[in-house]
């Protein structure tokens, strides 16, 4: 089985309110990232959130194979989010697929993508490269997810993935997704589809 973490406990500092709220094409943000992760078939999904957890926790609608969980220590960084995600997961889990919550137009075919080519090769880690340029969606074997335990601040697994030399880099031959961050980027991924 593999299991799948949305990573959406920011506290949206740049944009100044709860980027994961945000209404696009008539649904919150986030909506999206867990809607392209239930289309990927994912069995279970867990939804981390932090910053304004109840709020957007009520705003969304979780299919029956997702759970949204809560990390207490959501300031420290998105290691910690990360850390909670592994940690909530089915013990049946084989590997874990690591998305983030601000990457609405990430869509599930990727995610499927991505997962075939873990399963198909033997590098306990697969990731998504964007026209050469690494990002999400991560897939992360059970084997390897006590290194991304040990990661540490925001920077989530990057060094991790970085320092490891059995890395699948799955060609997705287009543009990456755009993360949320900034007004700018939303106006951009609302006029994008």
Known sequence: MISGIILAAGSSKRLGRPKQLLDLEGRPLL???VDAAAG?????IVVVLGHDAERIAAALVLPSSARAVVNPDHSAGQSTSLRTGLDALDPGAEAAAILLGDQPRLGASA???VIDGFRSG??????????GVPGHPVVV?????????GSEGDVGARHVISASREVAEIEMDEAPPVDVDTWEQYETVRTDR
Do not use: K, T
């Open 141 to 149: 074997a059970r084997s390897e997810w006590d290194r991304f335990r």
């Open 122 to 131: 033997p590098s306990p880690i697969a990731r998504a490269m964007w026209r």
């Open 40 to 44: 990927a078939g994912l069995q279970e």
């Open 111 to 113: 995610i499927i993508r």
């Open 31 to 33: 909506q999206h990232v």
